[in-house]
Nanobody
Framework: QVQLVESGGGLAQAGGSLRLSCAAS????????MGWFRQAPGKGREFVAA????????YYADSVTGRFTISRDNAKDTVYLQMNSLKPEDTAVYYC????????????????????WGQGMQVTVSS
């Protein structure tokens, strides 16, 4: 059984930083691309960042480029999301997910291409 457990969320002030972690178990982590998505109140789930299984290929949503950094440690079966220069509009529940599709380079931003999800972690940014 695949389990993805997020941690590290919470409250931050605008301009501040938070680091999310997602610990994976029940899957050969080093073989899976991983992604982060978020869902703000009253909105649909949106892509944030994705990283290939080796960590060599990374994608970001335009809204977080230059502020967020995704990384992974395959020895610890963990993927991270470092969030800097936070804005109130970054307030959302953040989810990590394991990629289950076939063409990562063209489907990394689609939530339907991910087949296992964490429980979500609230991030609130105050102005």
């Amino acid at each position: 059984q695949v389990q993805l457990v997020e941690s590290g969320g919470g409250l931050a002030q605008a301009g501040g930083s938070l680091r999310l972690s997602c610990a994976a178990s029940g899957l050969p982590f080093r073989r899976y691309a991983m992604g982060w998505f978020r869902q703000a109140p009253g909105k649909g789930r949106e892509f944030v960042a994705a990283i290939s299984s080796s960590g060599e290929t990374i994608y970001y949503a335009d809204s977080v480029t230059g502020r967020f950094t995704i990384s992974r440690d395959n020895a610890k079966d963990t993927v991270y999301l470092q969030m800097n220069s936070l804005k109130p509009e970054d307030t959302a529940v953040y989810y990590c997910a394991s990629y289950g599709g076939a063409y990562f380079g063209s489907t990394y931003g689609r939530d339907g291409a991910y087949d296992s999800w964490g429980q979500g972690m609230q991030v609130t940014v105050s102005s």
